[in-house]
């Protein structure tokens, strides 16, 4: 769940920290206080894109910082699965410094893209604001909603359906690549036989070109390798007088002339016979090195032509020659493709239908499986709307089959509501509106909660359009939700505020400076009361207001403690 709420310098924002609890966790405010600065500072540090006014002082860094507390296994496995490192007490931090017009993203410490900090808030956290709500309008979403409720039964085969999906699309796609009349098969074979008769007749062998740039820098600067060897040779030798070799022999005569007088020079002229052994052996490496670099013009044209032709070949074909003896291969097998073009064509097209074989039964599979639990889902949907006061409400499940195949079979799903009695059922999007929209988004997410693993919900402008006893069905639903997640709720409905766990109050204040500020602060008992009174009384809060939010809040204990 989400532990804790870090904002610097965004909006109206200076700094504060909010620490949220487990169960319904409510926040109420004054209009213009910065409720929605709370949520848009959430997404910011979600991955979503940062408004350029959202900086409150451009000279300055901005910073959003969440702290999760994550206790599920499958949740951690999950995480783990996106290369995310994380504590050993389950903690995840999750951080977005704006600097300027760029900005830097960290989990637990580590760089990640904004794609890999979106990939993680889906496992983390799920708001919905209008923008989720107006999804419900989109048949797609439907889909998604029955296949979430149909997972534990339905993700096995979806997931095979996906693998054969994957056979299916790229035959499609090798099958338009290869369509070719006579005349474009005739080039193509030309131009293949050109290829990989040049690449042929080269003859190159893997790591050749390496031996032979060698040889060749070491006859374009052989002058400059034989003079110095030369040279060499001619300091290290027993020719010249005062070279080395010529300096040690003596030294031994000299050497031998006194051993008889002291056995313990027996080890030190020994040394040096060694030394002189040495010296003799690497002259004569020398020497036979000045004969190898001893050969014919024509010896270097036939490396360096040689040299130029691998060149060739790994400019056209490949860097190196590994590279191009593959792309040989592969022509190879394009070249008996073409040359036995029908038996290819046709034998792609078996496979392509034995692959629509195969994805027409999963599809039919995968079709029973929701047609099942579409029944489920449309009582389930049909009684959490009830709840929340849709009284004479129908609501149906559409499966109709689509006439192609995609990743997730061959259904399209909608949703079929009347919420006025004697109408007929039509699509959601014909009949809702915003309101009813949000109504019918937390009755979904009822039925799903059990099924649902994010730990965290965002409700914002959950009681657009609502009041009364409806509003009052609404709290109930959010609260039934609170037993199993956490939830995080933006109200200005006493009915919805009054249902908190733990309650939070937004104020927007101004300093001496008469600099404005968004402030944000846990209420205490006491502090509850007088804030539900301030939304149920207005500007003015007597004493009758008071009584009607002490008996809304203790009527609240009376229903949670019910649920």
Do not use: W
């Amino acid at each position: 769940m989400l532990i804790n709420l870090h904002i610097k310098n965004l909006a109206l924002i200076e700094e504060i920290d909010v620490y949220f609890d487990k169960g319904l966790n409510i926040l109420t405010g004054e209009t213009g206080a910065g409720k929605s600065i709370i949520i848009g500072s959430i997404n910011i540090a979600i991955g979503a894109k940062i408004p350029k006014d959202m900086i409150r002082d451009q000279s300055k860094d901005a910073l959003v910082e969440l702290v999760f507390q994550v206790e599920s296994d499958r949740m951690i496995e999950q995480i783990k699965g996106l290369d995310i490192p994380i504590e050993e007490d389950g903690n995840i931090i999750l951080s977005r410094k704006i600097i300027g017009n760029r900005s830097t993203n960290k989990v637990n410490g580590e760089n990640v893209t904004v794609s890999t900090l979106k990939e993680l808030a889906v496992l983390l956290i799920d708001i919905h604001g209008q923008h989720e709500h107006q999804s419900l309008l989109h048949r797609k979403k439907h889909l998604e909603i029955l296949d979430e409720f149909s997972k534990e039964e339905l993700l096995p085969v979806k997931k095979e359906l996906q693998v054969q999906f994957k056979i299916y699309t790229d035959l499609k796609k090798e099958i338009s690549e290869s369509a070719l009349d006579e005349e474009q098969r005739l080039r193509e074979v030309d131009f293949l036989n050109f290829e990989i008769q040049e690449i042929a007749e080269a003859a190159p062998q893997p790591g050749e070109d390496k031996i032979i740039e060698e040889q060749y820098k070491k006859m374009v600067n052989s002058q400059k390798i034989t003079s110095t060897i030369r040279k060499v040779c001619q300091l290290t030798g027993y020719d010249e007088p005062g070279s080395v070799g010529e300096s040690v022999g003596r030294a031994i005569k000299e050497f031998n002339a006194v051993l008889q007088y002291d056995d313990s020079l027996n080890d030190m002229s020994g040394l040096l016979v060694d030394i002189d052994g040495l010296l003799s052996d690497f002259n004569r490496e020398v020497s036979a090195y000045i004969d190898d670099m001893d050969f014919s013009q024509g010896h270097f044209l036939e490396i360096e032509d040689r040299l130029n032709i691998l060149n060739k070949l790994k400019s056209k074909y490949g860097k190196n020659l590994e590279n191009v003896l593959e792309y040989k291969q592969e022509k190879e097998k394009r070249l008996e493709q073409l040359l036995e073009y029908e038996m290819y064509m046709d034998n792609l097209n078996r496979q392509l239908k034995e692959c629509e074989r195969i994805l027409e039964q999963q599809s039919i599979q995968i079709s029973n499986i929701r047609q099942k639990y579409a029944i489920g889902l449309t009582k389930k949907i049909k009684e959490a709307l009830v709840d929340l006061n849709f009284l004479e409400v129908k609501f149906e499940v559409e499966l109709l089959k689509t006439d192609h195949y995609t990743v997730n079979g061959s259904d399209d799903v909608g949703f079929l509501i009347s919420t006025n009695p004697g109408e007929k059922v039509k699509p959601l999007g014909q009949i809702a509106s915003g309101g009813e929209l949000s109504r019918i988004m937390l009755a979904i997410k009822t039925v799903l909660a059990d099924k649902d693993a994010t730990e965290s919900l965002i409700f914002d402008e959950i009681d657009v359009g609502i009041s009364g006893r409806t509003a009052q069905k609404v709290s109930e639903k959010l609260s039934q939700i609170a037993c199993s997640h956490q939830v995080i709720c933006i109200t200005h409905l006493p009915q919805i505020a009054a249902m908190a766990d733990v309650h939070y109050s937004i104020e927007k204040n101004a300093d001496p400076k008469k600099v404005t500020m968004t402030t944000i602060r846990k209420l205490e008992e006491d502090e509850v009361i007088m804030e539900l009174a301030r939304i149920l009384g207005g500007a003015q809060i007597t004493d009758k207001v008071m009584e009607s939010a002490k008996e809304m809040k203790m009527l609240a204990k009376g229903i949670k403690n019910i649920l």
